[in-house]
């Protein structure tokens, strides 16, 4: 099933502005651009990273050497958490699953409720669930370490909306 849950796994201790985790565990060895990786990092602004320890929150279109490298964006903006824990994460043993559940922008505006969910065989699926406005000032995509090869799928654009998904 690829239903969409809710708060699911463990909260990350992640709050506040243009903040980055501690490596996670992924569970499993994900291939993305021709290397592996068994942990990622969550950014506050929308995105993960296997390697970096930026947190830009100024998005452009990928690639772009002002993302950050080994880039996944569901939806790289500014956002700020508060004092309010936003990402979840967990393995169901098949799939390794991050969840920002009612992440707010910066300035006014969201929240915003998705996913991203890895496999094993390199898929990457970003989910949509409640994504309130303003949609058209992030970027949706991949980059890899280099931020010379990568892919856009939205740039400043209104292209999400609620129950999307987005496969890799």
């Not at 992924?26 to 506050?44: A, D, E, Q």
């Not at 500014?78 to 910066?106: K, L, M, Q």
């Not at 991949?142 to 090869?149: H, L, R, S």
Request: negative net charge.
């Amino acid at each position: 099933s690829h239903r969409f849950r809710l708060e699911v796994g463990e909260a990350l201790s992640l709050t506040g502005d243009d903040a980055l985790s501690a490596p996670v565990n992924i569970g499993f060895s994900f291939p993305f651009y021709g290397n592996s990786f068994s942990s990622l990092k969550v950014c506050t602004n929308g995105f993960l990273t296997f390697t970096d320890t930026g947190t830009p929150y100024s998005n452009s279109p990928l690639p772009s050497t002002s993302g950050a490298q080994n880039m996944l964006a569901p939806f790289w903006d500014d956002y700020d958490f508060g004092t309010t824990p936003r990402v979840y994460t967990h393995n169901d043993g098949s799939r390794f699953i991050v969840s920002y559940i009612a992440a707010p922008h910066y300035s006014a505006g969201g929240p915003y409720t998705f996913q991203v969910i890895l496999y094993p065989t390199g898929e990457i699926r970003y989910q949509y669930l409640t994504m309130t406005a303003p949609l058209d000032g992030g970027t949706i995509g991949i980059q890899d370490a280099t931020e010379t090869v990568g892919l856009t799928t939205a740039y400043n654009t209104a292209y999400l909306h609620d129950n999307l998904a987005i496969r890799y």
